[in-house]
């Protein structure tokens, strides 16, 4: 049985290279924003779009970038075990991860409540705390790691419970977020830089990048 000290070191080692790719992913995208004036129809068109849909925009890109884009790789990439359903999973990435977005949603709004819409150093700051160190680190990242589970259990009840032992707890989850936080500290901090209308659509972004460099670096 893995330690939480092993467990650690080996998503360290295994999320550091995504991680540092994807931070300069985001970094990119700020800088562009701020620096190429070339770009700003194109952001203000994806502001107008979740400005005018709101929710219904949250569910839908962060279906599309988070759900149905990283299902199509690991379709058209065999790396979906024949014996699965791929409708059932279709409708899975679709539905979780659109709900998902939807709650993202809600939550950055909460955070602009809390703490006003400012990019400040010391605003973003605290955004960034209370998104990884209590929604992340007490829901999403635990959240998702259950319901992945439970996915990967054959949507079987007992099966998932079965495995929600101990090591689960005590291990698998604090690596998780431990996980998290490496890569997704830098990440929540540009995305808390953009203005309101543009940071779900930037969240999507970089999710989508980050899932899909996460599923080809796994299975090389």
């Known amino acids: 049985m893995a330690t939480i000290r092993e467990s650690i070191l ?3 080692k295994k999320n550091i290279k995504p991680g540092l790719v994807l931070q300069a992913f985001a970094i990119a995208i700020l800088l562009v924003y701020f620096f190429v004036p070339a770009t700003k129809p ?3 068109w994806f502001g107008e ?3 005018t849909y709101g929710y219904a925009y949250s569910f839908v890109a962060t279906a599309i970038f988070g759900g149905v884009i990283p299902f199509l790789y690991l ?3 065999g790396f979906i075990a024949k014996d699965r359903s791929l409708l059932a999973l279709f409708i899975f990435y679709l539905v979780f991860w659109g709900l998902k977005g939807m709650e993202v949603d809600y939550f950055y709004r909460l955070q602009a409540y809390w703490f006003g819409t400012g ?3 010391q605003t973003i700051i ?8 209590l929604y992340s680190s007490l829901w999403a990242a635990p959240g998702i790691t259950i319901v992945y589970t439970w996915m990967e259990s054959g949507w079987s009840f007992a099966r998932t419970i079965a495995v929600m032992d101990k090591q689960f707890f005590c291990i698998k989850i604090p690596t998780v977020v431990l996980s998290n936080w490496l890569v997704w500290i830098p990440a929540v901090c540009v995305v808390y830089a953009m203005p309101a209308e543009l940071q779900i659509p930037l969240f999507n972004l970089v999710l989508c990048f980050w899932v899909l460099l996460v599923a080809v670096l796994s299975r090389r």
């Open 10 to 12: 080996a998503a360290l």
């Open 42 to 44: 194109l952001f203000t």
């Open 49 to 51: 779009l979740k400005q």
């Open 75 to 77: 379709w058209l990439g």
């Open 119 to 121: 990019n400040d150093v």
């Open 126 to 133: 605290i955004k960034m705390a209370v998104d990884q160190f």
